[in-house]
């Protein structure tokens, strides 16, 4: 029971950390809290979520080629990344939120496209695998001590803190959503998209640069 206890908290904080770095999906996620209200936001942050945890089974799973590959084509990557970044930033810069906030209500197949979008925007990010075995060294999830159910209830704890934490921030933007004017969304989404396309053209040049 104590190795459960240790694994489980030690997956809930992992599953925190490995989701709060306010990188591009967590702009995006707050982006659509402001724009389209809370649960689009959120299936954005589940799509991410379960993007990270492919990446936490993998590394768990010891796949040393996968880390290998990544650091082979590391510059290569990021390059494709930061272009599908700043893809999504053109877009947002042109885009009306005002459209969005006539539309009351939202299909069911748009959620599926919020899910998709945070998936890949996380999954196009390989390089977090190395933030992921960073985080399983600190907290020691990996032990030879360990049976099978507790990493079963490990990996079921890091979801429950990805999720927890998506929760959260949907929680917190939406209650402040309210002091925004369309106006305000623009501006905001102008800004955002500023960042994402600097982050985005940071990501090609270091990643030529590295090809050179």
């Known amino acids: 029971m104590e190795y459960l206890a240790s694994i489980m908290l030690s997956g809930f904080l992992i599953g925190v950390f490995v989701s709060a770095p306010m990188g591009p999906i ?16 959120l299936f954005t942050g589940l799509g991410a979520s379960l993007s990270d ?12 080629f996968v880390t290998d590959f990544i650091e082979s084509n590391q510059s290569v990557l990021q390059i494709i990344g930061s272009v599908f970044l700043a893809a999504y930033a053109v877009y947002l810069f042109v885009h009306n939120p005002s459209r969005q906030l006539a539309t009351p209500k939202l299909k069911s197949n748009t959620y599926l496209r919020d899910f998709g979008t945070g ?13 992921i075995i960073g985080l399983f060294a600190r ?7 360990f049976q099978a159910y507790h990493y079963v209830a490990g990996y079921l704890s890091i979801a429950a803190g990805a999720i927890c934490w998506w929760l959260l921030v949907t ?13 305000s969304m623009w501006i905001i989404n102008r800004i955002i998209a500023s960042v994402l396309l ?7 040049i270091t990643g030529i640069h590295a090809l050179i």
Not at 26 to 41: D, F, S, W
């Open 198 to 204: 600097l982050m985005s053209l940071v990501g090609v």
């Open 119 to 131: 998936f890949l925007f996380t999954f196009a990010n390989p390089l977090i695998l190395f933030f």
């Open 171 to 183: 929680f917190f933007i939406d209650k402040v959503r309210s002091h925004f004017n369309v106006r």
């Open 139 to 145: 907290f020691s999830f990996l032990a030879p001590e």
């Open 26 to 41: 967590g702009v995006l996620v707050i982006q659509r809290t402001l724009n389209k209200g809370r649960r689009p936001a």
């Open 53 to 64: 945890m492919i990446y936490c089974l993998l590394t768990g799973l010891g796949l040393s």
